[in-house]
């Protein structure tokens, strides 16, 4: 049987050959459907418009125009699907690798679910990019789901297609809406590709819209968090505010960070993650004491909300790596496989909460 | 008993802050213990001193002047541990890290296992590097394993620990040789760090010397693959070399590629694995197609190399990356996760094979 395909797809290649230098049509991706923006909107490609907060940090700022999170969905028969998009930052980060930085990663629809089918693998130089996503697909329609840069902002995105095929904007896919905010492990800092931090695998694997506002290295329990949390419609927020600050923070800015988010969403599920224990903390003592700390002022405090409010939830171990010390990049940044490990943990208790309230 | 621990290392910490900038006194790595060499000789930090190969491809030889899979071995109380080192390449790879192309990946072991400690991060631009690896340990005598960069050349490497700290040279802590040769997937190209790729876990795990020659893309069942088997020094071979080739060539080029190896190494054990199904197929029908067949070739041409030869061993599948289709970076290269899953099926089979023929 096998080999019968083989031949068959032989006598297909010539066909194949003709679809792969076919004109390629190009579609402005504005023009189709943005998803897990996390307010209306601003600049097509940037999860937050930066100008309705002018009291962030200038780090901040540059990150929430970032696309992180963010996905064109689309309809096509086209046998190939090729992009080409313009980047802002010159330099690659350290501890992820460049399709996650600046890359786009899609899925199409099979059988009701998402399943991978090709990345746009970024130039290694200069912020001009054009590549191939996938190719020599069968032309039945296809509902595609495209995750934009996780750690770059998006000047422009075209998306390409076979001269004469069909491509359109499709509608959102999730339904409800999860907001996350967070440190770098949410912004999926050393995920592979866009479509693994783990926000987007949760969307994908419930079918639920969430919202990524990570934030590498940044998300101190602020203030202006707190404001954009209040000023965004959100079924449920998911917290991982306790991976950047010290314990002093915790201790200083946790309950006022609750408060001005229940001015705005008095009962809207709130669910906190707490932090990993660190690998760089296995032989130095100092960023262990750090952590262990910080651990526990996040405990702590936890408890005490949790006592005045039947709507806030704690999930304590929140960030658990195993116990092979092999699950992050470089003792902070879970790779695939640590997120593998975290939501197999965490995946069910968020589910079993948002049930809860209703959302599923 | 926390808050005493973290009281106590408050005391400590004016100490521990003296220690991280104490004069820091750099030793040549290349005075210390170099593990998982393929052959004695060569430039310190080379897996293979390409001067006695001419007919590698040009692609062959820069990569196999890679340090890809060698680690410097070495003891320390030093509460810090820096390097210093100069690479050779300028861009950076689009689906790995930094971190694994050009980063250094230390592990320390406790209780008679390797730990991660601390990786060194290289410079996002140029080729020299300095930074720390680990901090603010304790002073006890430590063994450390560091590993060396995935995808590039090291030209330079120092070590630095605190002025006045002892620094010597270990013993390899590693028994048995068994020598991987393979593609990209051996290479480790998307791991997350150096110590990550599939044959350093091994290692890790088993206890056993893994030499490392993975060559991204290269490993077509070629003569010179077979050449520089045969001399090489070996208690075992692991082979991915269905993961590069067409269908065609592992038709034309296997059996003389064991018959090359079988003139040096009679009756040494020689374990195939057979290569992955590939993300990159699960839409694209012309990738689809071209893995079927390479896999179905490989499957028929160890069939038969099976019959006349009860050391060699044929694992398949050799590498399966679980159903989700989330495993790889890019539809082709395993990530940290990728490789998780592939160790969980081939490790036991592999350590079942090598036990067979006394190597435990």
């Known amino acids: 049987m096998k080999r019968l395909t083989y031949l068959l797809l032989c006598l297909l290649m010539p066909a194949m050959a003709a679809a792969e230098n076919a004109p390629v049509k190009y579609t402005d991706a504005a023009s189709l459907t943005i998803v897990n923006k996390a307010q209306p909107g ?11 907060y002018p009291e962030l940090t200038p780090t901040v700022t540059r990150y929430y125009r970032y696309s992180t999170g963010l996905a064109v969905v689309f309809r096509t028969d086209s046998r190939n699907i090729r992009a080409r998009w313009t980047t802002v930052n010159q330099l690659p980060g350290a501890n992820s690798t460049l399709i996650a930085q600046r890359g786009l990663d899609l899925y199409i629809r099979r ?10 693998v970024p130039s290694k130089s200069g912020t001009q990019h054009e590549a191939p996503v996938v ?52 912004h999926g800092t050393s995920a592979s590709r866009p479509g693994m931090a783990y926000a987007a695998r949760l969307g994908r694997t419930l079918g639920f819209g969430f919202i990524n506002l990570g934030a590498s290295g940044q998300c101190k329990l602020d203030t202006f968090f707190a404001r954009i949390a209040a000023e965004t419609r959100a079924d449920a927020f998911l917290f991982d505010t306790f991976s950047n600050p010290s314990a002093q923070q915790i201790d200083e800015r946790l309950e006022g960070f609750v408060r001005r988010i229940r001015e705005s969403h008095p009962t809207t599920p709130l669910i906190f993650l707490q932090t990993e224990v660190r690998e760089s903390g296995n032989f130095d003592l100092k960023k262990r004491a750090f952590e262990d700390a910080k651990r526990e002022a996040a405990r702590k405090g936890m408890e005490k909300i949790l006592e005045t409010d039947k709507n806030i939830w704690f999930i304590n171990p929140g960030m658990k790596l195993g116990d092979d010390h092999e699950a992050t990049v470089d003792g902070v940044h879970p790779t695939d ?14 589910i079993r909460i948002l049930q809860k309230h209703g959302i599923k």
Do not use: N
Not at 111 to 120: E, L, N, P, S, Y
Not at 155 to 168: N, S, Y
Not at 337 to 350: D, T
């Open 42 to 52: 601003g600049p097509a490609f940037q999860r937050i418009d930066v100008a309705r």
């Open 337 to 350: 496989l640590g997120f593998e490990r975290m939501l197999k943990k965490v995946q069910p208790q968020i």
């Open 111 to 120: 059988d009701g679910k998402w399943v991978f089918a090709g990345v746009g």
């Open 135 to 186: 190719e020599h697909m069968d032309t039945t329609m296809k509902e595609c789901l495209l995750y934009l840069p996780l750690h770059d902002e998006i000047a422009a995105l075209e998306i390409g297609t076979d001269e004469g095929a069909l491509l359109e904007a499709a509608p959102d896919p999730f339904r409800h809406r999860i907001v996350v905010i967070g440190s770098s492990i949410t």
